[in-house]
C-alpha cells in the first residue's frame, strides 16, 4: 500500500474516533453508575418543579448535542433549560448517594446521567421527581442574596 493510501486510511480512523467519541463516554457514564434513579411514584402534575408553568414536552439531548455545546460561543451563552437543570439535579442527588469516586469519574457519570434522565423520562416526570427531591428548596437557597453560593 502506498503512503498516500495509509494517509487516508489513518485520516478516515481519526475522524471515525472522534466522532464516536462522544457515544463512548456516555457509555462508560453510564457503565459507572451504580443503580438508576426512579421517577416521582405520584401521577406526573405536569407543571415545572420551581415555577407553576406547565410542561409540554421537551427536547431529550444526545452526547453529540451536549458535547456541541462546549464548542459553540452562543448555546453557552443562553440559558440552560429548566428541564435539564432539573434533570442534572435529579442525577446529581442519585449519584451523591454512592460510594464516592474521583473528579473524573463523578462528572462523567452526571453527564451521562442527566442524557438518560431526558432521553428515558417524561418533562412531567423529571419536573415531579425534582420537587419531590426538594431541588425548588435547595435551588432558592443558593441563588438568594446571602446564600451559600454569595461571594
Known amino acids: 500500500m502506498r503512503a498516500a493510501g ?5 485520516l478516515l480512523l481519526l475522524l471515525a474516533f472522534v466522532a464516536l467519541l462522544p457515544g463512548l463516554l456516555y457509555l462508560l457514564g453510564l457503565a459507572w453508575v451504580e443503580g438508576w434513579p426512579q421517577p416521582a ?4 402534575s405536569g407543571v415545572a418543579a420551581c415555577s407553576s408553568e406547565p410542561r409540554m414536552g421537551h427536547q431529550p439531548i444526545n452526547p453529540w448535542s451536549f458535547t ?10 443562553k440559558k440552560v433549560p429548566d428541564v435539564e437543570r432539573e434533570a442534572y439535579w435529579i442525577a446529581r442527588r442519585h449519584l451523591w448517594r454512592q460510594p464516592q469516586h474521583d473528579m473524573l469519574r463523578w462528572h462523567l457519570s452526571s ?5 438518560w434522565i431526558t432521553r428515558q423520562w417524561s ?9 419531590k427531591e426538594d431541588f425548588c428548596r435547595a435551588w432558592s437557597k443558593r441563588r438568594m442574596p ?3 453560593m454569595k461571594r
Open 6 to 10: 495509509r494517509a487516508w486510511i489513518a
Open 41 to 44: 411514584d405520584r401521577a406526573p
Open 68 to 77: 456541541a455545546q462546549f464548542f459553540d460561543k452562543d448555546a453557552m451563552k
Open 111 to 115: 453527564s451521562a446521567l442527566t442524557i
Open 123 to 131: 418533562a412531567a416526570q423529571i419536573a415531579d421527581t425534582a420537587r
Open 146 to 148: 446571602g446564600g451559600p
